[in-house]
Nanobody, 118 residues
């Protein structure tokens, strides 16, 4: 299964972007869908997560600005990013965790670059 993340780009501070992550085929048994990001010189961090049960959580720095949503039927996850700040500049990665027949499989997208100018 391949994950394709897209929607990144260059935007001015205060602007918005919507990231999407599509899969090459539907994934059964999705447990978690999430977005991570990695800024230059920093470790990858979890930005937003949505579980199969509908629980959602965000890293504190994006609360109130970012919204994660998912279409489980299409194994697609989105990240609406509003009021972007220069510190949001990073490569954003989508992540899907599948649990099926007792086996946990983690899928990663290739990343999409978000650059926020001041």
């Amino acid at each position: 299964v391949q994950l394709q993340a897209f929607g990144g780009g260059l935007v001015q501070a205060g602007g918005s972007l919507r990231l999407s992550c599509a899969t090459s085929r539907n994934i059964a048994g999705v447990e978690i869908m999430a977005w991570y990001r990695q800024a230059p010189g920093k470790e990858r961090e979890l930005v937003a997560i949505i579980t199969s049960g509908g629980a959602i959580n965000y890293v504190d720095s994006v609360k109130g600005r970012f919204t994660i949503s998912a279409d489980n039927g299409k194994s697609t996850v989105y990240l609406q990013m509003n009021s972007l700040k220069p510190e949001d500049t990073a490569v954003y990665y989508c992540n899907i965790v599948q649990r099926r027949l007792g086996i946990r499989t983690v899928y990663w997208g290739q990343g999409t670059l978000v650059t926020v100018s001041s």
